[in-house]
């Protein structure tokens, strides 16, 4: 008898070709998948930078507008050429000097230059602010006093001995140091109040905190910085806030005070700073890697004690 011939023989398993083209599929799905992950941490990286952005712009135009609606806030004073005191007010000057009369130039209220520190003929800021400390942009100067007052305790406080302040009545304005409080006083009648004199400059510059942006290669990286006064009572240089890389301002001026603006102009352009009644603030935010185009904020902030 002859043997009963094989059955249909079955091939198990998978052959070359199938486990290529399994391998092939599988790879293709991971790199979806893995493109997929890597445009979702960039979408997320491009929201958080941008949404930090946001934050540092508006904190930079609310702080420069806050004090330029302030500019020329003189408390219960009704007029600003009514400054006296034991700290003699400076007139109005162009310059910076580093001594105290930058300061007390309150009949100075706003003063802006356009694109640079010095001019050969209208302005020089040098020396308080020097060329390896300012980068780019418009400067502002902003004076005003203190919207809380102070207390006696305060004045009486050594280690504010050499700040400035003003005691100041509807009529009369006293200028002085806290160390000369007792001999700077007006009438209990007068019922006078003290405050903080504040001055402000406004200007970008290198920052002083290295970059951690690995886009930038340098350690210049730009911010905002002011001067401020002291405890002295000297102008002191502080940075604010870094990534702001430029910062322009517009002035709308009304000549005729008819509350209808005659023209908007750049700083070098104005004659008359009482007639400033708005500002345009334009700040562009640094972009070392180009992750949002839209890198420019603006604001318009109307002076709220202009003095004719």
């Not at 509350?259 to 334009?282: P, R």
Request: with cysteine; aromatic share 8%; glycine share 4%.
């Amino acid at each position: 008898m002859n043997p009963k011939p094989d059955a249909m023989k079955f091939q198990s398993g998978v052959t070359l070709m199938e486990l290529l083209v399994t391998l092939v599929i599988g790879l293709f799905t991971m790199a979806t998948l893995v493109q997929a992950y890597v445009n979702t941490k960039h979408h997320q990286a491009i929201t958080l930078h941008t949404n930090h952005q946001e934050q540092d712009a508006n904190y930079a135009l609310q702080l420069i507008a806050k004090d330029i609606r302030r500019a020329g806030y003189l408390g219960e004073l009704l007029s600003d050429t009514a400054i006296s005191g034991s700290l003699s007010p400076s007139l109005p000057s162009k310059l910076c000097n580093k001594n105290m009369s930058w300061g007390s130039m309150l009949q100075q209220p706003l003063l802006g230059f356009n694109d640079t520190l010095t001019h050969h003929v209208q302005y020089d800021y040098s020396a308080c602010i020097s060329s390896r400390h300012y980068l780019r942009g418009d400067v502002i100067t902003l004076r005003y006093l203190s919207p809380d007052t102070i207390s006696f305790s305060e004045l009486k406080d050594k280690t504010n001995k050499r700040k400035v302040y003003m005691r100041t009545s509807s009529t009369e304005g006293l200028l002085f140091q806290a160390k000369d409080y007792k001999t700077n006083m007006l009438p209990i009648i007068a019922r006078s109040q003290v405050r903080r004199v504040l001055s402000h400059t406004y200007f970008i510059g290198p920052s002083n905190t290295p970059s951690d942006t690995a886009c930038n290669n340098t350690n210049k990286t730009p911010a905002l910085f002011r001067l401020r006064l002291n405890n002295k009572g000297l102008p002191q240089r502080e940075e604010l806030l870094q990534g702001i890389e430029n910062i322009q301002f517009l002035y709308s001026i009304d000549s005729n005070q008819d509350g209808i603006i005659d023209k908007t102009q750049q700083a070098d352009h104005i004659l008359n700073w009482k007639d400033v009644v708005l500002v345009q603030i334009n700040i562009t935010m640094y972009q070392p890697c180009m992750i949002n185009k839209n890198n420019s904020y603006s604001t318009l902030v109307a002076l709220k004690n202009r003095r004719g």
